[in-house]
């Protein structure tokens, strides 16, 4: 039997039975755990001296020993070798339990494929917290709780709190413990926290027990053949052998564990369940566990049982010795603890820089710590430890992603995140219906959910859950499956608001699941109208009896000369095939709602998605609303992206798992409906924000050929203004990548990028005919990736604006230098870049190898008469330059003149310096006033002043000199604009 058999049920649910099949893998990272643990045998040691010491008698001696009709030298023979097969047999055991304690510890240590993102360092015991484990009874238990409402469960008062290791001490009334009942709603942390007492036995913190055997309720389910005990223990851990006749027999302390007993059907009536105290006697295992329980089979041994709230009253209160809560984080302070520990992990970031990576992550955990301190919403998200994993696993995808394509998607991040908490949940293992716990969430909190999105509210009141939870109620099995989801599930998904005025009523736990379920209601067909509902059931009925029906038809045709049941017949048959087709029509409803939310122009002027999900999180800095303001609209922009993601393969495979069901055919119309609305719709020219939208929903999407088809569309892409994070830029570069078509326009104006960024973007920018990167404080090192990007040979860039970025005397080397070898570039713009006489001296020196250049911008640069001479010369003998932009520099009336000349000397080089050219108006003013008006917000307002006043002054002087009327016309009019910058620059207006 393979080690994976072995360990098979000892699992937790949801994660332990899908480790399976990545253990071979893992092979390199048990052998870390078992070179790091500490101190792994302490168990077995002790285990080893005691029962080296045989009752505390010491053997007799050969002389004193007499026996009658015997030899006493063969009687001393037999002694000695009974002793020396004891001691072998006793150091065998101790061996066998070191052995057990590594198998585990490798076991339990193992990362799902979900924690594996964060990196090898993200171990069970580097980022455990321990949750709050109160104390309670089984009156408090059985408690009835109010109507649909968790307020009082939050408010419980404050019972004692109790630590893991103490559980099985003395109770109030001095009586030892023997019988544990751990229980939590899901997402309380109940697996993870038997993992890491697994984990701490096998490391020798846990000294209380020799012997630790885990079992999954799950596993012990799907077998109904009897075995014995022992047969099931050496079946799971073969190491036991030698160990397993000594239970019982022995002063052996062991610790059984029985994860997820919500799972077993167990009855503790001597009618369905007989008494059985004998290890070696097969039972079925559900017989196992009721004897365990009872104290009837190793009376001596100590049992710890994790279950659901709802199952806890199937052990009788008199076979428990402690009933135990687990809390999760009520404390915040162990919320931040958890975020402290996980965002500060080394190598979270996957950089090599440590003073980058240290400072990113301190900044994320006190960002959080003051959203935490606000008593915001998410505090009372985070009171379970698996939203406080979600947060994290948020972050690491929105702040560590470096990957083209990115390694994971938002909708992939959720849908993983309910496989760890739903991986083979069952609602309620005693209804026949077996219905997957993933499966009534979608039908009942996803209707809830979508009604929310329509009516775009995120707060709920308890009319809204009894009208989605009750009104379709008609059976007594789905009222015992809505007392169940009430009492395990519920306060997953839906939490009391914090916001004042509104404390009675509800929210979602986690903002954005709102719209996650939603999708899911929606793409899962649950979505239905009265015609498609009746019109599924009528459908299923008729094609069951059609056969039968053809048969009786054609005997009665046989019989009676009714010519007109064939006729029926037929019209039977043809019911099945309408219905199908109005199915059909149901997927493209699906696609039009998708289109229609993912472009609602209400949304054009909100922020992107991903930085709303940034700001839920982390907050938003600055002044707090007051309670009596009223509060934006609500906006749904993750809903449609949503509906793509969970549309993907892997998505759906996953879904799949949790009892959800998207067949390959229904994914296949969906998609095919949307290219005729999707599409179409983003032919429409969109505001950056909604733009980024569609770039995100197209990499959720995951479909290669569909984004190929949807980007060729796009010729000019518009993202200025839009923070371009990490994420965001891997994302551009993903969907764009999916072809390879020019691109007429890329506008990146203020969009936050650095050298990093045009790293990631350098196959996108390949393909730019014009590219805007102005205001994105872009320096030296930025301007060499902008130099290896105009020396590519398939280059298309032909013009670059670069205009208000810190380039200076170094940025302006690289750019000449690319100035020297590139073969596409006509138009350039460095206005505004801190280049200096020296920086333009660079760039004259390299101008005269360039072929192609038509235009120059060298507009407020600080340039002296020199320089400005220097560059204007240079292009007088340029075969193509014939623009050269030098106003707002530092050039005087005499290189003014000197430049007129000079202009004047060669048609077609034109320098313009002002609004003037000579005795007449430049015919380049409106140009040089827009600029100025553009790029106002980020010049310094005090020198643009006194550069407009020159202007003014200069207007006016060459008014004077001017004696033609149409001439002092067009003088008046440019002053005019002058005076009015310079009015609404000193009143604070522009």
Same mark, same amino acid.
Not at 444 to 455: F, N, P, Q
Not at 563 to 579: A, C, D, Y
Not at 852 to 857: A, F, R, V, W, Y
């Given at each position: 039997?393979?080690?994976?058999?072995?360990?098979?049920?000892?699992?937790?649910?949801?994660?332990?039975?899908?480790?399976?099949?990545?253990?071979?893998?893992?092979?390199?990272?048990?052998?870390?755990?078992?070179?790091?643990?500490?101190?792994?045998?302490?168990?077995?040691?002790?285990?080893?001296?005691?029962?080296?010491?045989?009752?505390?008698?010491?053997?007799?001696?050969?002389?004193?020993?007499?026996?009658?009709?015997?030899?006493?030298?063969?009687?001393?023979?037999?002694?000695?070798?009974?002793?020396?097969?004891?001691?072998?047999?006793?150091?065998?055991?101790?061996?066998?339990?070191?052995?057990?304690?590594?198998?585990?510890?490798?076991?339990?240590?193992?990362?799902?494929?979900?924690?594996?993102?964060?990196?090898?360092?993200?171990?069970?015991?580097?980022?455990?917290?321990?949750?709050?484990?109160?104390?309670?009874?089984?009156?408090?238990?059985?408690?009835?709780?109010?109507?649909?409402?968790?307020?009082? %469960?939050?408010?419980?008062?404050?019972?004692?709190?109790?630590?893991?290791?103490?559980?099985?001490?003395?109770?109030?009334?001095?009586?030892?413990?023997?019988?544990?009942?751990?229980?939590?709603?899901?997402?309380?942390?109940?697996?993870?926290?038997?993992?890491?007492?697994?984990?701490?036995?096998?490391?020798?913190?846990?000294?209380?027990?020799?012997?630790?055997?885990?079992?999954?309720?799950?596993? /012990?389910?799907?077998?109904?053949?009897?075995?014995?005990?022992?047969?099931?223990?050496?079946?799971?851990?073969?190491?036991?052998?030698?160990?397993?006749?000594?239970?019982?027999?022995?002063?052996?302390?062991?610790?059984?564990?029985?994860?997820?007993?919500?799972?077993? @059907?167990?009855?503790?009536?001597?009618?369905?369940?007989?008494?059985?105290?004998?290890?070696?006697?097969?039972?079925?295992?559900?017989?196992?566990?009721?004897?365990?329980?009872?104290?009837?089979?190793?009376?001596?041994?100590?049992?710890?049982?994790?279950?659901?709230?709802?199952?806890?009253?199937?052990?009788?209160?008199?076979?428990?010795?402690?009933?135990?809560?687990?809390?999760?984080?009520?404390?915040?302070?162990?919320?931040?603890?958890?975020?402290?520990?996980?965002?500060?992990?080394?190598?979270?970031?996957?950089?090599?820089?440590?003073?980058?990576? +240290?400072?990113?992550?301190?900044?994320?955990?006190?960002?959080?710590?003051?959203?935490?301190?606000?008593?915001?919403?998410?505090?009372?998200?985070?009171?379970?430890?698996?939203?406080?994993?979600?947060?994290?696993?948020?972050?690491?995808?929105?702040?560590?992603?470096?990957?083209?394509?990115?390694?994971?998607?938002?909708?992939?991040?959720?849908?993983?995140?309910?496989?760890?908490?739903?991986?083979?949940?069952?609602?309620?293992?005693?209804?026949?219906?077996?219905?997957?716990?993933?499966?009534?969430?979608?039908?009942?909190?996803?209707?809830?959910?979508?009604?929310?999105?329509?009516?775009?509210?995120?707060?709920?009141?308890?009319?809204?859950?009894?009208?989605?939870?009750?009104?379709?109620?008609?059976?007594?099995?789905?009222?015992?499956?809505?007392?169940?989801?009430?009492?395990?599930?519920?306060?997953?998904?839906?939490?009391?608001?914090?916001?004042?005025?509104?404390?009675?009523?509800?929210?979602?736990?986690?903002?954005?699941? %709102?719209?996650?379920?939603?999708?899911?209601?929606?793409?899962?067909?649950?979505?239905?109208?009265?015609?498609?509902?009746?019109?599924?059931?009528?459908?299923?009925?008729?094609?069951?009896?059609?056969?039968?029906?053809?048969?009786? /038809?054609?005997?009665?045709?046989?019989?009676?000369?009714?010519?007109?049941?064939?006729?029926?017949?037929?019209?039977?048959?043809?019911?099945?095939?309408?219905?199908?087709? /109005?199915?059909?029509?149901?997927?493209?409803?699906?696609?039009?709602?998708?289109?229609?939310?993912?472009?609602?122009?209400?949304?054009?002027?909100?922020?992107?998605?991903?930085?709303?999900?940034?700001?839920?999180?982390?907050?938003?800095?600055?002044?707090?609303?007051?309670?009596?303001?009223?509060?934006?609209?609500?906006?749904?922009?993750?809903?449609?992206?949503?509906?793509?993601?969970?549309?993907?393969?892997?998505?759906?495979?996953?879904?799949?798992?949790?009892?959800?069901?998207?067949?390959?055919?229904?994914?296949?119309?969906?998609?095919?409906?949307?290219?005729?609305?999707?599409?179409?719709?983003?032919?429409?020219?969109?505001?950056?924000?909604? /733009?980024?939208?569609?770039?995100?929903?197209?990499?959720?999407?995951?479909?290669?050929?569909?984004?190929?088809?949807?980007?060729? +569309?796009?010729?000019?892409? @518009?993202?200025?203004?839009?923070?371009?994070?990490?994420?965001?830029?891997?994302?551009?570069?993903?969907?764009?990548?999916?072809?390879?078509?020019?691109?007429?326009?890329?506008?990146?104006?203020?969009?936050?990028?650095?050298?990093?960024?045009?790293?990631?973007?350098?196959?996108?920018?390949?393909?730019?005919?014009?590219?805007?990167? %102005?205001?994105?404080?872009?320096?030296?090192?930025?301007?060499?990736?902008?130099?290896?990007?105009?020396?590519?040979?398939?280059?298309?860039?032909?013009?670059?604006?670069?205009?208000?970025?810190?380039?200076?005397?170094?940025?302006?080397?690289?750019?000449?230098?690319?100035?020297?070898?590139?073969?596409?570039?006509?138009?350039?713009?460095?206005?505004?870049?801190?280049?200096?006489?020296?920086?333009?001296?660079?760039?004259?020196?390299?101008?005269?190898?360039?072929?192609?250049?038509?235009?120059?911008?060298?507009?407020?640069?600080?340039?002296?008469?020199?320089?400005?001479?220097?560059?204007?010369?240079?292009?007088?003998?340029?075969?193509?330059?014939?623009?050269?932009?030098?106003?707002?520099?530092?050039?005087?009336?005499?290189?003014?003149?000197?430049?007129?000349?000079?202009?004047?000397?060669?048609?077609?080089?034109?320098?313009?310096?002002?609004?003037?050219?000579?005795?007449?108006?430049?015919?380049?003013?409106?140009?040089?006033? @827009?600029?100025?008006?553009?790029?106002?917000?980020?010049?310094?307002?005090?020198?643009?002043?006194?550069?407009?006043?020159?202007?003014? %002054?200069?207007?006016?002087?060459?008014?004077?000199?001017?004696?033609?009327?149409?001439?002092?016309?067009?003088?008046?009019?440019?002053?005019?604009?002058?005076?009015?910058?310079?009015?609404?620059?000193?009143?604070?207006?522009?």
């Amino acid at each position: 039997m393979s080690w994976a058999m072995q360990y098979h049920g000892c699992l937790p649910w949801g994660s332990w039975t899908r480790l399976c099949g990545s253990q071979p893998s893992r092979r390199a990272a048990r052998c870390v755990y078992l070179c790091t643990a500490s101190g792994p045998g302490a168990a077995g040691s002790c285990f080893h001296r005691k029962i080296l010491h045989i009752g505390g008698t010491s053997l007799p001696s050969r002389s004193c020993v007499r026996y009658k009709g015997g030899s006493q030298e063969n009687r001393a023979q037999r002694s000695s070798s009974h002793h020396g097969l004891d001691h072998l047999r006793n150091v065998a055991s101790s061996d066998a339990i070191k052995k057990h304690q590594k198998s585990l510890s490798a076991w339990f240590s193992n990362q799902p494929n979900e924690e594996r993102q964060f990196g090898p360092s993200f171990s069970l015991d580097a980022i455990h917290v321990d949750p709050v484990i109160r104390e309670s009874s089984l009156e408090q238990i059985l408690k009835p709780s109010p109507d649909l409402t968790i307020q009082h %469960q939050l408010q419980q008062p404050c019972r004692q709190v109790i630590s893991l290791q103490n559980l099985f001490d003395v109770d109030a009334c001095g009586r030892q413990v023997k019988n544990v009942v751990l229980y939590g709603t899901v997402g309380t942390g109940k697996s993870t926290l038997i993992k890491k007492m697994v984990v701490d036995w096998c490391h020798g913190l846990l000294p209380r027990f020799e012997l630790v055997i885990p079992f999954s309720c799950e596993d /012990l389910s799907h077998s109904h053949v009897p075995i014995s005990l022992r047969r099931l223990i050496t079946k799971k851990y073969q190491h036991l052998r030698d160990v397993v006749p000594l239970l019982g027999s022995s002063n052996l302390k062991v610790l059984f564990i029985l994860n997820g007993l919500e799972r077993l @059907n167990l009855d503790f009536r001597l009618a369905g369940t007989e008494l059985c105290c004998d290890a070696n006697e097969p039972v079925p295992p559900s017989a196992i566990v009721v004897n365990l329980l009872r104290k009837y089979l190793l009376p001596e041994a100590s049992i710890i049982v994790t279950t659901r709230p709802s199952a806890v009253r199937r052990i009788p209160g008199k076979y428990v010795g402690r009933y135990a809560e687990i809390c999760g984080f009520s404390d915040t302070n162990l919320q931040k603890l958890y975020f402290q520990l996980r965002l500060s992990q080394p190598g979270c970031d996957g950089e090599n820089s440590v003073a980058s990576r +240290s400072g990113e992550q301190d900044n994320l955990v006190e960002m959080l710590s003051r959203n935490l301190e606000r008593q915001n919403q998410i505090a009372a998200a985070c009171f379970l430890p698996s939203y406080c994993w979600l947060v994290c696993t948020t972050l690491h995808f929105l702040y560590f992603t470096r990957t083209v394509p990115p390694s994971q998607t938002l909708s992939g991040i959720y849908t993983s995140f309910l496989r760890l908490n739903f991986s083979g949940e069952v609602l309620d293992s005693t209804d026949p219906t077996k219905i997957s716990m993933m499966k009534y969430v979608a039908k009942t909190v996803g209707k809830l959910a979508h009604e929310g999105v329509m009516s775009r509210k995120t707060s709920f009141t308890e009319e809204d859950l009894q009208q989605c939870f009750e009104v379709e109620m008609k059976t007594e099995s789905e009222l015992n499956q809505l007392e169940v989801f009430r009492s395990d599930v519920f306060r997953f998904f839906l939490t009391p608001c914090v916001q004042p005025g509104k404390e009675h009523t509800f929210v979602f736990t986690i903002p954005a699941m %709102q719209e996650y379920l939603a999708a899911l209601y929606v793409v899962l067909g649950e979505k239905k109208t009265l015609v498609q509902k009746v019109g599924k059931e009528v459908s299923e009925i008729i094609g069951k009896v059609s056969e039968d029906a053809a048969v009786v /038809l054609s005997i009665i045709s046989k019989v009676l000369p009714l010519r007109f049941l064939p006729v029926l017949f037929n019209l039977l048959k043809m019911f099945p095939r309408f219905f199908s087709r /109005l199915s059909g029509k149901g997927r493209d409803t699906i696609a039009r709602t998708m289109a229609e939310e993912l472009f609602k122009e209400e949304d054009y002027y909100n922020d992107d998605v991903l930085d709303q999900i940034n700001s839920s999180i982390l907050g938003v800095e600055g002044p707090m609303r007051h309670p009596d303001e009223a509060a934006d609209d609500e906006v749904f922009e993750l809903f449609p992206i949503f509906m793509g993601g969970i549309l993907s393969r892997r998505n759906r495979a996953i879904l799949e798992q949790l009892g959800c069901s998207i067949k390959n055919l229904a994914a296949f119309e969906i998609a095919k409906a949307m290219k005729k609305t999707v599409i179409r719709n983003s032919r429409k020219g969109l505001p950056p924000s909604e /733009l980024m939208d569609y770039l995100f929903f197209l990499h959720e999407f995951q479909n290669e050929r569909f984004t190929a088809e949807a980007v060729r +569309s796009l010729r000019t892409v @518009n993202l200025s203004s839009v923070k371009m994070t990490p994420l965001k830029c891997c994302v551009l570069a993903s969907v764009m990548g999916s072809t390879s078509h020019e691109v007429e326009e890329l506008n990146l104006t203020s969009c936050n990028l650095d050298a990093s960024s045009l790293r990631t973007l350098f196959p996108v920018l390949l393909r730019c005919k014009f590219l805007h990167l %102005q205001l994105n404080s872009l320096g030296p090192d930025a301007c060499k990736e902008i130099r290896d990007l105009l020396l590519h040979d398939k280059c298309a860039v032909s013009n670059l604006r670069l205009g208000n970025n810190p380039i200076g005397e170094q940025g302006a080397q690289y750019l000449a230098e690319a100035l020297a070898g590139n073969r596409s570039l006509t138009h350039l713009s460095l206005l505004h870049t801190a280049l200096g006489d020296r920086g333009v001296e660079l760039l004259a020196q390299h101008l005269a190898e360039n072929q192609q250049l038509q235009e120059l911008n060298l507009g407020y640069n600080s340039l002296t008469d020199t320089a400005a001479l220097h560059v204007v010369e240079v292009a007088k003998k340029h075969a193509t330059l014939d623009k050269v932009h030098l106003y707002f520099n530092d050039i005087s009336e005499d290189g003014k003149r000197a430049l007129d000349s000079l202009r004047m000397d060669r048609d077609g080089v034109r320098a313009l310096v002002f609004l003037t050219a000579g005795t007449d108006v430049s015919d380049y003013w409106s140009s040089i006033l @827009n600029v100025v008006h553009k790029n106002l917000p980020f010049w310094d307002r005090e020198r643009v002043r006194q550069h407009l006043t020159i202007i003014l %002054q200069d207007l006016e002087s060459s008014r004077r000199q001017t004696v033609n009327p149409w001439r002092k016309a067009k003088f008046l009019r440019v002053e005019s604009e002058v005076k009015k910058m310079l009015g609404k620059l000193q009143h604070g207006t522009l």
